[in-house]
């Protein structure tokens, strides 16, 4: 399991790179997307988890182009793994911004990003065996790269995977000598994250502002 995981988000990161180089078209038209607000839906696969298995989860997002080459996306995410006796259910609420690699008005189909934000984050891992759970809040900063396919002017699909790396105190998981699982807590920094890989479908309500 884990190493069709590990090819998967290889592939995934790959595509994202690849669409990069092939994005730019001959185009020089003008273009004006400032003030632009679209809405999306998206699913996530969560992986390199504290335990060992892979997270999958849905959510939603809108966005706010602040000019051409600069958009912002503020999201909320629900998350959630299971093995035989552990489960996780992650909450995610935050803001990204992407910044354009190359010319818009030279991408009209293929559009590639980098992004970075910050989000809260509500942690929750349970035993079912003995009906044990812990949770915790903390925040987390996110960075990563994804790429716009325009179906439309108006509609797109977005592939994107980054990395999200937790702040403050953590849960782990284990097993005791016995083969049981324990909930530990872990306070003050420690670089626990995960890589998340998104897909999600956005379509562009229209503009807030005019420049």
């Known amino acids: 399991m884990s190493s069709k995981i590990f090819l998967f988000s290889t592939l995934f990161c790959a595509s994202l790179l690849y669409s990069s180089t092939i994005a730019q078209t001959n185009s020089d038209e003008p273009i004006n997307n400032a003030g632009m607000f679209s809405l999306g839906v998206r699913n996530t696969l969560s992986l390199f ?13 809108f966005r706010i182009q602040l000019s051409d ?3 912002t996306e503020w999201f909320a995410d629900f998350i959630k793994s299971s093995t035989q006796d552990l489960g996780r259910t992650d909450y995610h609420i935050g803001w990204s911004v992407m ?5 818009p008005a030279k991408t009209k189909i293929v559009q590639p990003y980098i992004e970075a934000g910050h989000c809260f984050d509500y942690t929750q891992l349970r035993i079912t065996s003995n009906n044990l759970s812990k949770d915790r809040w903390s925040s987390a900063m996110q960075m990563g790269i994804g790429v716009h396919f325009h179906i439309s002017s108006r509609f797109d699909i977005t592939l994107k995977s980054q990395y999200m790396l937790h702040l403050g105190g953590h849960l782990h998981a284990h097993k005791d ?3 049981v699982y324990e909930i530990s807590e872990h306070e003050g920094f ?10 999600s479908l ?5 503009r807030i502002w005019k420049r």
């Open 202 to 206: 956005n379509y562009k309500i229209g």
């Open 69 to 71: 080459r600069v958009n």
């Open 49 to 61: 988890n504290s335990h060992e298995a892979a997270s999958f989860g849905a959510g939603g997002h």
């Open 177 to 179: 000598i016995n083969g």
């Open 190 to 199: 420690e670089a626990e994250g995960h890589l998340l890989n998104t897909i």
């Open 99 to 103: 910044y354009y690699v190359l010319n």
